[in-house]
């Protein structure tokens, strides 16, 4: 009698068919499962996307190896391919334009959401989140027409004179390269980084400030010193944004940076980005090792952009953790 009832307590915790069915018909196993497959497919989709370009990129990978990553000459007439150039003008663009977007994106979300009266903070909200519809060809435009002959003739010789003895600010001035396609990166991605930093923000809870104000601290202080580092998270992850975005802009570096596929330490010299060159040639490669040279810089690009968000995520996370030590 003893081991039946010791039986069928133990069966009674085991979770039944009906039990189940029960679940399933309350939405419970079925909202698990079903978003389980919403995770699962952007895994997949990940890594079929890794997969065609090392698939379609094989010719150019068993014939330059490695060298491809730190070679410079591109040639597609004698077949000779190397990524260098076009890795270093993404990367530098990149972080030029991050150098000037983010303290402008962050100021500005802090005085949008914390200093600004609530009329002028809804209506310049409007026109930010416009501003970051806008397509890229347009920026591209704008800057060919307004950005470069501002560079070329006042800006660049003007930190020629006063910042000639530093190697990024020498040379003469086209209007187009590093500098050009930094400064268009940086407006087409500040609309990002202001958005998402001032929801960040305007999430802080008021419990924060007004403790801040009541032992005495000024409103900047309060600020400064008790908000935004409660919004840290949500800023960098705007930064992270901002960052993926210049590194895959395609149109309006294109159409400002010169397209010269060669490396200079000079923000004023021409160069050229991974994005850019796959738009410029893609069309017009007839060889195949020329089309899995492409397809293998996009291979690059996609990985470079891993690796530089991970590295981020890294300095957020020792960043976070040295925070909550103290």
């Known amino acids: 009698m003893a081991d039946a009832a010791a039986l069928s307590e133990r069966g009674s915790l085991v979770p039944s068919k009906p039990a189940f069915l029960s679940r399933l018909r309350k939405g419970d196993e079925f909202a698990h499962y079903l978003t389980l497959l919403f995770a699962a497919a952007i895994l997949l989709i990940a890594g079929l996307l890794i997969l065609e370009l090392f698939r379609s990129s094989s010719e150019a990978r068993h014939k330059f190896g490695w060298e491809f990553l730190f070679t410079s000459k591109w040639d597609p007439v004698a077949g000779q391919f190397g990524a260098l150039p076009f890795i270093y003008g993404t990367v530098v663009t990149s972080i030029v334009a991050l150098l000037i977007s983010v303290p402008v994106g962050l100021g500005a979300a802090i005085f949008l959401s914390e200093l600004a009266p609530p009329r002028i903070s809804d209506a310049l909200t409007f026109i930010i989140e416009l501003l970051a519809a ?173 690796v530089i968000n991970a590295f981020a995520r890294l300095m957020v996370l020792a960043t976070t953790g040295r925070g909550t030590a103290h």
Do not use: C
């Open 134 to 306: 806008v397509p890229s060809v347009i920026y591209g435009l704008l800057a060919v027409f307004a950005l470069v002959p501002l560079l070329r003739d006042p800006v660049q010789p003007f930190l020629k004179r006063t910042l000639g003895f530093l190697p990024l600010f020498q040379g003469p001035s086209y209007g187009v390269g590093f500098l050009a396609a930094g400064v268009i990166l940086a407006i087409m991605v500040v609309p990002f980084i202001i958005s998402i930093s001032r929801e960040s923000l305007l999430a802080v809870p008021n419990d924060q400030r007004e403790a801040a104000l009541a032992l005495g601290a000024t409103r900047w202080e309060s600020t400064w010193h008790v908000v935004v580092p409660y919004a840290r998270l949500g800023i960098i992850g705007s930064i992270f944004l901002a960052l993926a975005r210049a590194l895959g802009e395609t149109m309006a570096v294109t159409m400002v940076i010169g397209n010269t596929p060669k490396i200079a330490a000079s923000l004023f010299a021409t160069g050229y980005t991974i994005p850019a060159v796959i738009a410029n040639e893609f069309t017009e490669a007839t060889a195949d090792l020329h089309l899995s040279a492409l397809v293998e810089l996009g291979l690059v690009l996609f990985l470079l952009t891993i």
